[in-house]
């Protein structure tokens, strides 16, 4: 049976791919190589516990020797998420990001080259191209203009991807996403830390004046893009998911409040992020038109699925909650809220 190796299993859209890919592909073997940082929860696979085709490693991609105990036996390919993922924790303090981002994927890359793996694809961002103004959108030939020490480490990951795939002919597809929603996303993010504080009747922090733009994806599209990817993807290419849902964060905001039956009056506005960049939209042609993938979840019902997720895992999100989220929460919002 051919190894996959997939880094960040146990994050959000980790595992939400894990899950999709072993549907799709039953006759592969996954070793799910994540070190359980406090984004990352081994309890997001539990339903895939007793698949014999799904083993993990607990390694911390920046460290060389674990990492290439796992390419002694032959490797297909590699399907990297592990990142530091969260813009504020690196307006905090951008060490782990430049680690994990951009060493991290430096060792990766090098034991996957020595190993003469088939494909590996790369999992991006959008936000390497920085930000829009009111019109236009990215493709993948939009300049990278990182602004936040979270984008700059993704931006300087792939441009490793690319010079490798430049240099040495290494089979690099890099792949760029929007906004991301669904189930076991950590409570950080807006969607599922506002969905969470909604439902404790608790403020929701919208940053300056909320008129933001992002372009939400159902994590589900964009695993079938990844999937699509690691099936079709050309090397040395880059493709952009998006999911065609420009929001501000305050229309983002009244949506949730709005579905869950809860008054305005929960929406605090708070000091603006440092840096914040205004407005994320995709132009997904090229993923539609070479890789035969398109968005399929409505906003309308993903965000109603992503609500009722978390109503019923509550329990989920207490868990996640506790431990080291508890401190980094204090820290970010205790004296805004
Ligand atoms: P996440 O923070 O939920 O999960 C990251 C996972 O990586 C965690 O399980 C964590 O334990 C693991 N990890 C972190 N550092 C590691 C290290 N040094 N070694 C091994 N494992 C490590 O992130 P996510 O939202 O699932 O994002 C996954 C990928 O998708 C990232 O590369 C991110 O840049 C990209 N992305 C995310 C979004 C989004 O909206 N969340 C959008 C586009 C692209
Ligand atoms: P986030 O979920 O952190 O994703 P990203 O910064 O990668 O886009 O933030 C999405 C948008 O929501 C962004 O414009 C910042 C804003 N935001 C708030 O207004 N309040 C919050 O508490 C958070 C976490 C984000």
Redesign the pocket.
């Known amino acids: 049976m051919k190894r996959i190796i997939v ?9 939400n791919f894990i899950r999709l890919f072993l549907e799709q592909e039953p006759n592969l073997q996954i070793v799910n ?9 081994l309890e997001n696979l539990k339903d895939l516990e007793s698949d014999s085709r799904l083993s993990f490693a607990r ?4 460290d060389p020797e674990s990492l290439q105990n796992l390419f002694l036996e032959p490797v297909d390919s590699v399907i ?7 813009v504020d924790r690196s307006i905090l303090d951008s060490g ?1 990001f430049i ?3 951009v060493l ?1 994927t430096q060792i990766l890359l090098d034991l996957a080259k020595k190993a003469s793996v088939r494909k590996f694809v790369h ?5 390497v191209y920085g930000s829009l103004g009111a019109n236009g959108f990215f493709t993948e030939t939009t300049p990278l203009a990182p602004t936040s020490p ?1 984008s700059a480490s ?1 931006a300087s990951s792939d441009m490793l991807v690319k010079s490798y795939c430049h240099t040495f002919g290494f089979p690099g597809v890099i792949t ?6 669904g189930p076991y ?2 409570p950080e ?1 807006i969607i599922p830390l506002f969905i969470s504080n909604i439902l404790e009747d608790i403020q929701v922090p919208v940053y300056g004046d909320g008129l933001q733009i992002r372009d939400w994806i159902h994590v589900t599209d ?1 695993c079938s893009g990844v999937y699509a990817a690691w099936k079709s993807g050309v090397a040395g290419e880059v493709y952009n998911f998006g999911g065609r849902c420009e929001l501000t964060n305050l229309e983002l905001t009244t949506t949730l409040l709005n579905l869950m039956d809860k008054p305005k009056s929960l929406i605090k506005f708070v000091q603006d992020r440092p840096g914040h960049d205004r407005r994320y939209a995709i132009d997904c042609a090229k993923a539609e038109a070479g890789l035969g993938w398109k968005p399929v979840i409505s906003f309308q019902k993903g965000i109603a699925d992503t609500i009722r997720w978390y109503q019923e895992n509550r329990e989920w999100v207490a868990r996640v909650k506790s431990g080291a989220y508890r401190e980094y929460y204090q820290q970010q919002y205790g004296s805004r809220l």
């Open positions: 880094t960040g299993g146990c994050g959000f859209i980790g595992s190589v994540d070190c359980l940082t406090y984004a990352g929860n390694v911390d991609i920046t990297h998420f592990a990142a530091e993922s969260h782990p680690r994990t981002n991290g999992v991006s961002t959008d936000e979270y993704k760029r996403c929007s906004n991301n929603y996303q950590f993010k964009h």
